[in-house]
């Protein structure tokens, strides 16, 4: 069974536009992290934020923030005044502890296109 | 310590060839992770190790695939008789020995088939 969910597969906005990626989880565990990772055209993972099932706090970092909902199963991304800059394809993962390290499931990703 | 480095960056090979891919992680961090992205999805997790020690295999990582970290430094990724099937960004991770803690990931080698 898929284990995070990006239904958003590309989204483009206009420079200045707030946006918002959605992601959708299935866990049986109690324990578990979230997290959202950037992907430039480089190609390499960048760590956004990380999130533990425990905290339901909403994050705001500069521009970001991030909005979770246990019970909805949820761990939605927002993009505030977007740029340029951040057009990218973003990953919404789940790590689960798999006997001693942690496994991490992807979603399959949503470009976001930023045009000026 | 300028991250996770993985080298080629960029492989093309004909089928049925072998390739061999390398991996050097963060200094400090004892684990390491292999992750295969094919076009349009997220990473799929291969294996992992911790230090020297191979102790996780997905069921993706067939037969033709052997990975090893001798010494618990850097890693190398081999895939025998290569596939069209096996085109894909492969890439690597490392982290310290901290519970639920990130990954730190490399820029990831993209495999054609040929």
């Known amino acids: 069974a898929q284990k995070v969910t990006q239904a958003q597969t590309e989204i483009s906005v206009v420079e200045k536009e707030d946006v918002t990626l959605d992601c959708v989880y299935e866990?049986?565990?109690?324990?578990?992290?979230l997290f959202w990772y950037k992907q430039p055209p480089s190609g390499e993972l960048v760590f956004l934020i990380r999130r533990n099932s425990f905290d339901e706090q909403n994050e705001i970092s500069g521009r970001y923030s991030w909005n979770f909902q246990k019970s909805t199963s949820s761990f939605n991304f927002t993009i505030t005044a977007s740029q340029v800059v951040d057009s990218a394809v973003y990953f919404c993962a789940l790590s689960e502890k798999v006997y001693n390290f942690n496994k991490f499931y992807f979603g399959s990703g949503t470009k976001l296109n930023v045009k000026p | 310590d300028t991250g996770v480095s993985q080298n080629p960056r960029h492989k093309i090979t004909k089928r049925g060839q072998n390739v061999t891919f390398r991996c050097d992680p963060i200094?400090?961090?004892?684990?390491l992770y292999w992750y295969r992205q094919t076009l349009g999805q997220g990473p799929e997790f291969l294996t992992y190790f911790q230090n020297e020690a191979q102790l996780e295999k997905s069921r993706l990582l067939s037969d033709r695939f052997s990975a090893e970290r001798p010494k618990g430094s850097f890693s190398t990724l081999e895939i025998q008789r290569t596939e069209q099937g096996d085109s894909a960004m492969y890439l690597c991770?490392?982290?310290?020995?901290?519970?639920?803690?990130?990954?730190?990931f490399g820029s990831g080698t993209r495999l054609t088939v040929v």
């Open positions: 200094s400090e961090h004892n684990r």
């Open positions: 991770a490392s982290s310290p020995d901290v519970a639920n803690y990130g990954y730190t």
């Open positions: 866990t049986r565990d109690t324990t578990y992290y």
